[in-house]
T-cell receptor, first 113, second 113 residues
């Protein structure tokens, strides 16, 4: 499968714990995006990378959230001190350039209990 | 702020009939639009896109219409099939947004046999 891959698919964690998600984009796609989606809503932009550079972060991305793309390939999204409000689907997408279609992964469903 | 929205939250359609999903956008600077299909538990799947220099684009069984005058986007699905049952999102971006997509809230399409 050469699509966008996300791991894990599901994560249940206790409030206050840290979690980390991984995204492997389509090979050679230089743009990588993280979105968050809650039930019944469209995805909301969190942050994006062009190669290893993080070019934009949404106001939704509080200081408990951090994302990295160290070698311009895979990316990680870490949430520290998780809160119940962090429960959502976290989606990763990649695209080969500007104003081209973004391909999404299957997402990581986070449940904070 | 600028946003993309949908008129109908749920659309029920008889198998074989045509479906029309509507979307209004408010950012006059938007110049690239995408329709995504999302099935339960999966990430958004690209359907079709259109750039602002076009007013119509056709794919396989799908047509996207763009009316920049009234900032309206629609997706037409011909001969709707049970496999078309999903939530459909329109998304938009503009030149300075780095392909960051702004999504609407989604329309659920239910295909009745």
């Amino acid at each position: 499968d050469t699509g966008v891959s996300q791991d894990p698919r599901h994560k249940i964690t206790k409030r206050g714990q840290n979690v980390t998600f991984r995204c492997d984009p389509i090979s050679e796609h230089n743009r990588l995006y993280w979105y968050r989606q809650t039930l019944g809503q469209g995805p909301e932009f969190l942050t994006y990378f062009q190669n290893e550079a993080q070019l934009e972060k949404s106001r939704l991305l509080s200081d408990r959230f951090s994302a990295e793309r160290p070698k311009g390939s895979f990316s990680t999204l870490e949430i520290q001190r998780t809160e119940q409000g962090d429960s959502a689907m976290y989606l990763c997408a990649s695209s080969p350039g500007r104003k081209t279609e973004a391909f999404f992964g299957q997402g990581t469903r986070l449940t904070v209990v | 702020g600028e946003s993309v929205g949908l008129h109908l939250p749920t659309l029920s359609v008889q198998e074989g009939d045509n479906s029309i999903i509507n979307c209004a956008y408010s950012n006059s600077a938007s110049d690239y639009f995408i329709w995504y299909k999302q099935e339960s538990g999966k990430g958004p799947q690209f359907i079709i896109d259109i750039r602002s220099n076009m007013d119509k684009r056709q794919g396989q069984r799908v047509t996207v219409l763009l009316n920049k005058t009234v900032k309206h986007l629609s997706l037409q699905i011909a001969a709707t099939q049970p496999g078309d049952s999903a939530v459909y999102f329109c998304a938009e971006t503009f030149n300075a947004a780095g392909n960051k997509l702004t999504f609407g809230g989604g329309t659920r399409v239910l295909v009745k046999p």
